[in-house]
């Protein structure tokens, strides 16, 4: 069984950025999908941004073009690097993993911006 584990969330100002990193228990490489998720507090979860197997990506059209979402096979971890944050984007993110149609969450890891 995958075990995800989020880091990198935290307090930031409107504007300023977070790397939010979710390492893997095992090799991403046969993942068919991974991506993130976020839920705001009294809200349901949102998907964010996702990327294929093949390195395609996906994203939530209010964070296009402020994140991006990668991958480093090499360290099992998947990443969101977030710019220009705003404080609609507070929420705890989660990572996910599609692996062969079974999928898998991590814990999440709480962000915060202030305006």
């Known amino acids: 069984q995958v075990q995800l584990v989020e880091s990198g969330g935290g307090l930031v100002q409107a504007g300023g950025s977070l790397r939010l990193s979710c390492a893997a228990s095992e090799s991403i490489v046969s993942n068919r999908l991974m991506g993130w998720y976020r839920q705001a507090p009294g809200k349901q979860r949102e998907w964010v941004a996702d990327i294929t197997h093949g390195g395609s990506t996906n994203y939530q059209r209010s964070v296009k073009g402020r994140f991006t979402i990668s991958s480093d096979n090499a360290k099992n971890t998947v990443y969101l690097q977030m710019n220009s944050l705003k404080p609609e984007d507070t929420a705890a993110y989660y990572c996910?993993?599609?692996?062969?149609?079974?999928?898998?969450w991590g814990q999440g890891t709480q962000v915060i911006v202030s305006s």
């Open positions: 996910f993993a599609d692996r062969q149609g079974v999928p898998y």
